[in-house]
């Protein structure tokens, strides 16, 4: 099964930037989509941005200008780099990735722990 561990949440200001990182390992055959959701308190998760294999990437309407997701197929990461951040964007943000484990096509998705990122006014 594949394990996904986030890093680069924190504190910051509104206006200001980060980056957050996802290394994906454990047994799989091949990694199709990577991306980002977020959770805000007393919110359901949404989805913040996505990336196929192929590079094609999706944003939320929300996000979109602002932040950048990017993958190292190589190596089995995908970030998420944010700018001019808003107080809106304060959330748990959680790595999500579909794989197949054996290359039958049968697909599994894994989640992240989260990183909270805060972002003050």
């Known amino acids: 099964q594949v394990q996904l561990v986030e890093s680069g949440g924190g504190l910051v200001q509104a206006g200001e930037s980060l980056r957050l990182s996802c290394a994906a390992s454990?047994?799989?055959?091949?990694?199709?989509?990577m991306g980002w959701y977020r959770q805000a308190p007393g919110k359901q998760r949404e989805l913040v941005a996505t990336?196929?294999?192929?590079?094609?990437?999706k944003y939320a309407d929300s996000v979109k200008g602002r932040f950048t997701i990017s993958r190292d197929k190589a190596k089995n990461t995908v970030s998420l780099q944010m700018n001019s951040l808003k107080p809106e964007d304060t959330a748990v943000y959680h790595c999500?990735?579909?794989?197949?484990?054996?290359?039958?096509?049968?697909?599994?998705?894994?989640w992240g722990q989260g990183t909270l990122v805060t972002v003050s006014s």
């Open positions: 999500h990735v579909v794989y197949d484990p054996l290359g039958y096509g049968d697909l599994l998705d894994a």
């Open positions: 990336i196929s294999s192929g590079g094609s990437t």
């Open positions: 454990g047994s799989h055959f091949s990694i199709n989509d």
